[in-house]
């Protein structure tokens, strides 16, 4: 066996050494000497972009000099009676005559009389750049934007005679044909941008909505870009000329791929040369393994089973180093066996952790509105879904709300909160005038039955309900944890405690379930929470507590609800960063039957 391996490892080490060693030098060379290039055509294509744009000005300024010379065009300008379908007439023979994308006429105000685009149009041009140095100076040139196109215009004062008559702009749309005379001068490609999009068409295979990342990537300093599924060499040009407010830009693309398509031929040919060399390789170690003894065939085809999943125990004979590799074999199977076994049940507990936790949000009300409350409520969840579950439901004469926990954690607390939020539902839903106590007693016999015969499982729920009935009088049952109030007309606080009875224990609860009344005043401030907030922990065991609830109130009662909310959980974060259970918190207070506060 040593022999075999040390001659099929060395061959193939020499093999892929040289032939490795080759391509990459040969790979790297190529792709530097390709992106150099690449760069190098890049620049050489902006300057040919500038060149040309600045040679277009030079033939729009002749265009205008020539047309503004024109004895009919200064006549139809200077007369002040003329009709204005006669100077449309004559803006739309001459501008046909140019070809123009752009011919506008000012009066010496810079007042719009015509408009080759749009003959009916109106309105002042005296701030536009353009126009205003062609009135002040004689001519200018510049680029104008109109109808999600670009144009390079070029303005050119009007006399007749001494006498100023008003101003010419003629231009013509930077386009496809513009960006197809640089491609044939520069074998690249060209896009007008204005601000994230492009306002000509783009290289085939390029989509529109991917353009505008790769514009933030160039802006940020970046020269490559990723554009249809191909690599480029990209940069951008400020369009001279252009003086507006949005961002008008000339994009230059190189294709690197392109480039580098002849030194991806040869390193796909040494790559098939690698394959073929290290394939005669291994026929010269299948032929010396015929030399060799049977417990390394046997040891190859135990490695194999390995792979391919079977891991029974299998005894391999042969020298004393050959049976112990196989012992080893063996050991390493069982091992294998186990670590399979511990990740499949590790998998389905998170699958059931994800599911639990999608339970647990889902049923949560999206927003809450109680007419003579403000209210807010929130729920941190920990790295275990430990079970809480809220909700306030609004009815015809007032609401009802619930909260509690349910004990244990995971996907089996998940589906029992979810039957808790459907059959709170649907009984609230049914019969809204219900006694509260009715509620439990129903919800409790569907829970025990589902729980324990249906799941069988051990589970139980601690669950305050209450039915506000108007004037800030709630009906109570259940049993949860304290409710805090705090009194607005004496700045106190008081405990409000449940006598009820847990769910899910027994199905009979009718000797322990009790109904209780709370009354609120106007201004009076009411907190229900779970036991995640009271007994976070820190880092020596300390819990939050009530202690902490309270001490936040001092200082926040008479704030926002939202405040108080956010205030609170912020200190329980603080106070144990890590969450070892759910923490829910429900702040309301009572402002008025006539209010309605969301």
Same mark, same amino acid.
């Given at each position: 066996?040593?022999?075999?391996?040390?001659?099929?490892?060395?061959?193939?080490?020499?093999?892929?050494?040289?032939?490795?060693?080759?391509?990459?030098?040969?790979?790297?060379?190529?792709?530097?000497?390709?992106? =150099?290039?690449?760069?190098?055509?890049?620049?050489?294509?902006?300057?040919?972009?500038?060149?040309?744009?600045?040679?277009?000005?030079?033939?729009?300024?002749?265009? %205008?000099?020539?047309?503004?010379?024109?004895?009919?065009?200064?006549?139809?300008?200077?007369?002040?009676?003329?009709?204005?379908?006669?100077?449309?007439?004559?803006?739309?023979?001459?501008?046909?005559?140019?070809?123009?994308?752009?011919?506008?006429?000012?009066?010496?105000?810079?007042? #719009?009389?015509?408009?080759?685009?749009?003959? !009916?149009?109106?309105?002042?041009?005296?701030?536009?750049?353009?126009?205003?140095?062609?009135?002040?100076?004689?001519?200018?040139?510049?680029?104008?934007?109109?109808?999600?196109?670009?144009?390079?215009?070029?303005?050119?004062?009007?006399?007749?005679?001494?006498?100023?008559?008003?101003? @010419?702009?003629?231009?013509?749309?930077?386009?496809?044909?513009?960006?197809?005379?640089?491609?044939?001068? /520069?074998?690249?490609?060209?896009?007008?941008?204005?601000?994230?999009?492009?306002?000509?068409?783009?290289?085939?295979?390029?989509?529109?909505?991917?353009?505008?990342?790769?514009?933030?990537? +160039?802006?940020?300093?970046? !020269?490559?870009?990723?554009?249809?599924?191909?690599?480029?060499?990209?940069?951008?040009?400020?369009?001279?000329?252009?003086?507006?407010? !949005?961002?008008?830009?000339?994009?230059?693309?190189?294709?690197?791929?392109?480039?580098?398509?002849?030194?991806?031929?040869?390193?796909?040919?040494?790559?098939?040369?690698?394959?073929?060399?290290?394939?005669?390789?291994?026929?010269?170690?299948?032929? @010396?393994?015929?030399?060799?003894?049977?417990?390394?065939?046997?040891?190859?085809?135990?490695?194999?089973?390995?792979?391919?999943?079977?891991?029974?125990?299998?005894?391999?004979?042969?020298? /004393?180093?050959?049976?112990?590799?196989? +012992?080893?074999?063996?050991?390493?199977?069982?091992?294998?066996?186990?670590?399979?076994?511990?990740?499949?049940?590790?998998?389905?507990?998170?699958?059931?952790? +994800?599911?639990?936790?999608?339970?647990?949000?889902?049923?949560?009300?999206?927003?809450?509105?109680?007419?003579?409350?403000?209210?807010?409520?929130?729920?941190?969840?920990?790295?275990?879904?430990?079970?809480?579950?809220?909700?306030?439901?609004?009815?015809?004469?007032? %609401?009802?709300?619930?909260?509690?926990?349910?004990?244990?954690?995971?996907?089996?607390?998940?589906?029992?909160?979810?039957?808790?939020?459907?059959?709170?539902?649907?009984?609230?839903?049914?019969?809204?005038?219900?006694?509260?106590?009715?509620?439990?007693?129903?919800?409790?016999?569907?829970?025990?039955?589902?729980?324990?015969?249906?799941?069988?499982?051990?589970?139980?729920?601690?669950?305050?309900?209450?039915?506000?009935?108007?004037?800030?009088?709630?009906?109570?049952?259940?049993?949860?944890?304290?409710?805090? %109030?705090?009194?607005?007309?004496?700045?106190?606080?008081?405990?409000?405690?449940?006598?009820? /009875?847990?769910?899910?224990?027994?199905?009979?609860?009718?000797?322990?379930?009790? =109904?209780?009344?709370?009354? #609120?005043?106007?201004?009076?401030?009411?907190?229900?929470?779970?036991?995640?907030?009271?007994?976070?922990?820190?880092?020596?065991?300390?819990?939050?507590?009530?202690?902490?609830?309270?001490?936040?109130?001092?200082?926040?009662?008479?704030?926002?609800?939202?405040?108080?909310?956010?205030?609170?959980?912020?200190?329980?974060?603080?106070?144990?960063?890590?969450?070892?259970?759910?923490?829910?918190?429900?702040?309301?207070?009572? +402002?008025?039957?006539?209010?309605?506060?969301?």
């Amino acid at each position: 066996m040593r022999l075999r391996t040390s001659v099929f490892l060395w061959v193939l080490l020499l093999v892929v050494v040289v032939l490795g060693s080759t391509i990459g030098v040969i790979y790297v060379v190529f792709d530097r000497s390709t992106r =150099e290039r690449v760069a190098g055509d890049l620049a050489r294509s902006r300057e040919v972009t500038l060149d040309l744009h600045a040679n277009r000005a030079t033939l729009h300024r002749q265009e %205008c000099r020539v047309v503004a010379e024109e004895p009919r065009l200064k006549a139809v300008v200077a007369t002040e009676d003329i009709e204005r379908d006669t100077i449309v007439d004559t803006v739309r023979d001459l501008a046909n005559t140019l070809r123009a994308g752009v011919f506008v006429i000012v009066n010496a105000e810079g007042n #719009l009389l015509a408009d080759n685009k749009d003959p !009916r149009a109106e309105g002042g041009l005296g701030n536009n750049p353009v126009v205003r140095d062609a009135l002040a100076k004689g001519e200018q040139s510049g680029v104008w934007l109109d109808d999600n196109k670009a144009f390079q215009v070029h303005g050119c004062r009007l006399e007749f005679g001494a006498r100023i008559v008003g101003a @010419l702009v003629v231009g013509h749309a930077i386009d496809d044909e513009f960006a197809a005379i640089i491609a044939r001068q /520069t074998g690249g490609s060209l896009v007008v941008i204005e601000d994230r999009g492009a306002i000509s068409s783009l290289p085939a295979g390029i989509g529109r909505g991917e353009l505008g990342p790769a514009l933030d990537q +160039v802006r940020g300093g970046g !020269r490559e870009v990723t554009l249809g599924g191909s690599h480029w060499y990209a940069q951008l040009v400020a369009v001279p000329g252009y003086t507006g407010d !949005r961002k008008v830009e000339y994009l230059l693309l190189r294709s690197i791929d392109e480039a580098l398509a002849p030194a991806r031929v040869i390193v796909r040919i040494l790559f098939m040369l690698l394959g073929a060399s290290a394939l005669a390789a291994l026929f010269l170690a299948l032929g @010396l393994a015929r030399r060799l003894a049977r417990p390394i065939d046997a040891l190859v085809t135990r490695t194999k089973a390995i792979a391919q999943g079977d891991l029974k125990p299998r005894a391999i004979g042969g020298p /004393t180093e050959v049976r112990e590799l196989g +012992v080893a074999m063996d050991r390493m199977a069982k091992e294998i066996d186990e670590s399979r076994t511990a990740l499949l049940e590790k998998d389905r507990l998170a699958r059931e952790m +994800v599911i639990a936790a999608r339970i647990q949000t889902s049923i949560l009300p999206r927003s809450i509105t109680v007419a003579g409350f403000e209210i807010t409520a929130k729920m941190l969840t920990a790295s275990e879904v430990g079970g809480d579950y809220y909700d306030v439901l609004t009815v015809d004469k007032g %609401c009802w709300i619930a909260i509690g926990d349910v004990s244990g954690h995971g996907l089996t607390a998940g589906l029992v909160m979810m039957m808790v939020q459907t059959g709170v539902a649907t009984l609230v839903r049914s019969q809204p005038d219900a006694p509260p106590a009715q509620v439990i007693k129903t919800l409790n016999r569907v829970l025990f039955e589902n729980i324990h015969d249906r799941l069988e499982a051990e589970r139980h729920m601690t669950l305050s309900l209450l039915r506000y009935d108007g004037a800030g009088a709630f009906r109570v049952a259940g049993a949860h944890m304290d409710a805090v %109030c705090w009194r607005a007309a004496t700045q106190t606080t008081e405990m409000f405690g449940t006598s009820g /009875t847990f769910l899910a224990i027994t199905d009979d609860i009718d000797q322990v379930n009790v =109904e209780q009344d709370w009354q #609120l005043e106007k201004g009076d401030l009411m907190i229900l929470l779970t036991d995640g907030v009271t007994e976070a922990e820190d880092s020596a065991g300390k819990p939050f507590g009530y202690e902490g609830v309270l001490e936040i109130l001092q200082s926040y009662a008479t704030k926002p609800v939202q405040a108080i909310q956010s205030a609170v959980l912020d200190a329980v974060i603080k106070h144990s960063p890590t969450l070892a259970d759910d923490c829910t918190i429900l702040v309301l207070r009572y +402002v008025g039957s006539a209010e309605t506060v969301g």
